[in-house]
């Protein structure tokens, strides 16, 4: 069960933090590994970790928000691996103001990325492989803050700096119905779409959050009832379920992995 073997899975904005964690648990359970992100030279170090599990793995230059750079990636990605089963929607960025400060660049570049590349990403990859092949699993990275808002000013705690950041709040929502939308759309066709939504994980730039953001260990004992930041390994399951052939009848779901920070 759960094994990945002769498949193949692409992980955008698998340079570091958590895309670096997804590629690693599907190359765990035997599945070649296609990292895309902007900075060639952090995904050559994490192919090389890769390759020691003894799967192949290439390195490909994309820019999610820019469509010829994400059908460019996948026909690159066809040349070396013929096929691709998984797509892990993970690239994403953030920006930090109070709504009414908020500018525009800020609201495009976010939007753009975090929302407009998973949707690019998928249409290309299920153009280029899924379609034809009549099966595919693509996972989108959404977050705990599509799925509330994340205002903790109103409700308890909060550590001096913590910022609201509505355009992710916006664009991970986003993600949540486009994960919705593109299950509906694409069952017919031997394809399932589901989305993961983490906490604050200690991985990437959460990594380190608990010592330089002081009063954060407050905000997550208040508001998880786990009361502490998750671990990478937390997050690899549910990538695997949602990567496999077990999970077939599992479409259109976006799973909390938050320590119950949703559940109240």
């Known amino acids: ?112 990325t975090d929302l407009g590349g998973v949707f690019k ?6 153009n280029t492989f899924m379609i034809g092949q009549k099966y595919g699993r693509i996972i989108n990275i959404s977050s705990l803050a599509g799925l509330v808002g994340t205002n903790t000013r109103t409700h308890g705690p909060v550590p001096p700096n913590f910022a609201p950041f509505i355009g992710y709040i916006a664009a991970k929502g986003g993600v949540v119905n486009l994960t919705r939308g593109l299950a509906a759309e694409w069952a017919h066709l031997g394809i399932t779409v589901n989305a993961i939504a983490p906490g604050y994980i200690a991985s990437g730039f959460g990594k380190d959050v608990e010592a330089t953001l002081p009063g954060f260990k407050d905000v997550m004992r208040h508001y998880s009832p786990m009361g502490r930041q998750g671990r990478e390994e937390e997050l690899m399951s549910a990538v695997v379920y949602l990567a496999c052939r077990e999970s077939s009848y599992t479409t259109g779901v976006t799973l909390p992995v938050d320590g119950g920070w949703t559940a109240i």
């Open 1 to 112: 069960m759960f094994d990945l073997s002769g498949q193949a899975a692409a992980v955008t904005g698998a340079s570091s933090g958590l895309g670096v964690v997804f590629a690693k648990a599907l190359a765990g359970q035997g599945a070649d590994i296609a990292l895309m992100a902007r900075r060639v030279d952090m995904m050559e170090n994490v192919a090389a970790e890769i390759r020691q599990l003894g799967r192949r793995c290439v390195c490909v230059k994309t820019d999610v928000t820019d469509t010829e750079s994400i059908r460019a990636a996948a026909l690159e990605i066809k040349d070396a691996f013929q096929h691709v089963e998984i797509l892990v929607n993970n690239a994403g960025v953030t920006g930090e103001n109070p709504a009414e400060l908020f500018t525009d660049e800020q609201w495009d570049r976010i939007v753009d």
């Open 121 to 126: 990403c998928s249409r290309e990859f299920a």
